[in-house]
């Protein structure tokens, strides 16, 4: 297994272990504190020591020459959508530009041609569709 992968494994693991006993938790410091504020004491200490390990424990995932690399295609991407904009004005333009950047990033979801060329693969776009409707379905719990 990749090296990303693995952290944003045990990452994913231990937010979902969070919101499993997360409850049982605040109850036990709403016990012994008598405070409602000190259970958001404590998920704010929880929320600071994630960032601390996000910023300056987890490892990045791209190389510095890749990363430096991306960022000057995007840059150069921008300069060229700008002036191409500069030169063809308009809301519905805008509107499409705006749309279309948007959901730019789903386009990773998007099934892949196999190597062999028989069909495509459909396992990620499945399984974001299966989580799309979990976490719809986690949220609407939790309004409900």
């Known amino acids: 297994m990749h090296h990303s992968a693995r952290i944003f494994s045990r990452f994913s693991g231990s937010l ?20 409602n504020t000190a259970v ?12 601390f390990l996000i910023l300056f424990i987890f490892p990045e995932s791209l190389k510095h020459e890749v990363r430096e690399r991306n960022i000057e295609t995007a840059r150069l991407a ?3 959508i700008l002036q191409d904009r500069s030169r063809k004005s308009g809301l519905w333009r805008s509107v499409k530009y705006a749309v279309k950047t948007f959901f730019e ?15 495509h693969d459909w396992s990620l776009t499945l399984m974001a569709i299966a989580s799309f409707f979990y976490h719809l379905t986690f949220v609407s719990e939790l309004l409900t």
Do not use: D, W
């Open 40 to 51: 958001f004491y404590v998920a704010a200490i929880c929320a600071a020591i994630n960032v």
């Open 16 to 35: 979902m272990i969070g919101l499993a006993i997360g409850p049982e938790i605040s109850a036990l410091i709403l016990r012994y504190t008598h405070s």
């Open 105 to 119: 990033p789903l386009k990773t979801l998007a099934p892949k041609a196999r190597p062999q060329g028989r069909g």
């Open 78 to 80: 921008r300069v060229a």
